[in-house]
């Protein structure tokens, strides 16, 4: 943590990060551009390791996950349109971005849709399809296929892919093999949801006989490449499975709440070795993609259910928010470090909210960050070296124009799910 101090961006890389005249030293020129970051603070940007586009937040609040799936996630997927997916994408991404998210991990439907959003606002995405059986009247690992030919690598590496695997109660053994295959035969990676409900476990056992993570890990699908997004309800045995196979975990910590799923077993799976990252899910479980909510949510959540004020420290937070991502996705990024990709976010700390900003002994400015911190507190974002939203405002993308068409496309799609 530096004072007075300064960060040289480069291209889309950063060149030096230190104490200002230090930073200065290492350039023989003037920079093009110079942001006064004075009192505001500077992070990497954050990483939603499980994201999916949100078209309609705060309909069927208070349904358990299995009745929210079968009366409205399932029956909108089915019958959402790619150029609904485009400013759903849109308007998700913006929200992203104005709340210090540099980077999503995104699973949904149409995803090349998704993706051309991506472009055109500037956000580093990692894009899978919401896939299953072609029975199930989603994507299929054929669509993800295509996204896979059509995405990876666009955007001068700005947006990448992996193969996704929507539930695994509503997939065959077929399906899940062919998984493992398509995510090989590409060289990306898999995101997955796993042990979420209580409900998911015992469709997994009376369908496949096994637990979802078991199941995975026989399979072959959990390895150094995957995701599994929420792990909410594990066995011993689960977690050194993860471990073992090098799985990343997504902790959704708001969704896991509002759904009535439980509480993942975070500090377990941190002990046993296990790289966890932070995620939001989406809006539609969780009504906001703020990942400062979800590191105070998630830190406070465990204190409370296990009775130990020393759990899951700011500190952790912020890592498990922004380097531990990272990791998980393999994006040289999620530290302010020399060679790092320039995704930075600037945090606003002049409001009585985060006052006072103590340094030193007494130091207080992770706890402000974590603990009193809201995305509106954003004042810019830069990814991949580039400003994409300033003093609070967009850059790329006219933001009337993206709630206008977002809330057009909700509309249409509501109107079209049978009552």
Request: aromatic share 4%; proline share 3%.
């Amino acid at each position: 943590m530096f004072e007075k101090g300064g960060i040289l961006v480069e291209g889309n890389g950063i060149a030096a990060v230190g104490r200002m005249d230090d930073v200065m030293s290492k350039t023989k020129k003037t920079p093009d551009y110079v942001i006064d970051a004075s009192g505001m603070a500077a992070l990497p940007g954050l990483v939603d390791l499980h994201y999916h586009t949100a078209i309609a937040r705060g309909v069927n609040d208070g349904m358990p996950l299995d009745k929210f799936l079968e009366s409205f996630w399932y029956p909108k997927l089915r019958l959402i349109h790619p150029e609904e997916v485009h400013w759903a994408a849109m308007n998700s991404y913006a929200e992203a971005i104005k709340s210090g998210t540099t980077c999503v991990n995104d699973m949904y439907r149409h995803m090349i849709s998704a993706g051309d959003a991506a472009e055109k606002i500037g956000i580093r995405a990692v894009l899978s399809c919401d896939t299953a059986d072609e029975s199930e009247g989603l994507d299929t690992l054929e669509d993800n296929d295509e996204l896979i030919r059509k995405k990876e690598g666009a955007a001068d590496g700005l947006i990448s892919t992996r193969v996704g695997v929507e539930w695994v109660p509503i997939s065959s053994m077929e399906f899940l093999s062919g998984v493992r295959e398509l995510a090989n035969k590409h060289k990306v990676g898999i995101h997955i949801h796993l042990n979420e409900s209580l409900a998911e476990l015992q469709m997994s056992k009376k369908r496949h006989g096994k637990r979802p993570v078991e199941l995975a890990y026989d399979l072959g699908i959990l390895g150094p490449d995957c995701v599994a997004a929420h792990c909410v309800w594990l066995s011993g045995r689960e977690i050194m499975q993860i471990k073992q196979s090098g799985t990343s975990v997504s902790y959704n910590p708001g969704s896991n709440a509002k759904l009535g799923n439980g509480i993942c077993s975070a500090p377990e799976l941190i002990s046993a070795g296990v790289n966890v990252g932070l995620g939001h899910d989406d809006d539609e479980a969780n009504n906001t993609c703020d990942l400062f909510e979800a590191m105070k949510t998630g830190s406070v959540i465990q204190r409370a259910s296990h009775a130990d004020a020393s759990l899951m420290s700011a500190a952790q937070m912020i890592r498990m928010g922004t380097q531990n991502g990272a990791t998980a996705l393999g994006i040289p990024a999620g530290s302010l470090e020399e060679g790092k990709l320039a995704d930075i976010i600037l945090i606003n700390l002049k409001t009585p909210r985060l006052t006072p900003v103590i340094l030193g002994k007494y130091s207080n400015v992770l706890s402000h960050l974590v603990f009193a911190a809201h995305g509106d507190d954003v004042d810019t974002s830069i990814i991949n070296g580039k400003i994409v939203m300033e003093n609070r405002k967009l850059k790329t993308v006219d933001e009337d124009e993206v709630i206008t068409k977002a809330t057009e496309s909700c509309n249409s799609l509501l109107s079209r799910i049978p009552s």
